[in-house]
């Protein structure tokens, strides 16, 4: 079992900038791809970014390509979302999640994903 605590979120202008943590506990994370997804009011959660066991492969959504960053910190068992020039629309509650079956491609797929977080809110206000 992994634990997933999400932390960072808040309120920020338009343009603002904010970075997310991901703590895991249970277990060590460096076998897992881990993702982080987000859900806005009505609508259905959507894939962020998701980054490979080790870090050297990663999937972003369109929408944030060239405006968030995902990483991970595998000693510190920590995922992050460096998310900059942020818009109105990027306003939802983001979650992280750890994928265990093995593979190292980091999917966007949520279905793909066993472990999550109970998320952190995050409004940009315009």
């Known amino acids: 079992q992994v634990q997933l605590v999400e932390s960072g979120g808040g309120l920020v202008q338009a343009g603002g900038s904010l970075r997310l943590s991901c703590a895991a506990s249970?277990?060590?994370?460096?076998?897992?791809?881990m993702g982080w997804f987000r859900q806005a009011p009505g609508k259905e959660r959507e894939v962020v970014a998701a980054?490979?066991?080790?870090?050297?492969?990663?999937n972003y959504a369109e929408s944030v390509k060239g405006r968030f960053t995902i990483s991970r910190d595998n000693a510190k068992n920590t995922v992050y979302l460096q998310m900059n020039s942020l818009k109105v629309e990027d306003t939802a509650v983001y979650c992280c999640a750890a994928r265990g079956s093995g593979s190292n491609y980091p999917s966007r797929l949520r279905d793909d994903y066993d472990y999550w977080g109970q998320g952190t809110q995050v409004t940009v206000s315009s």
């Open positions: 980054i490979s066991c080790v870090g050297t492969i990663t």
């Open positions: 249970g277990r060590s994370i460096d076998q897992y791809t």
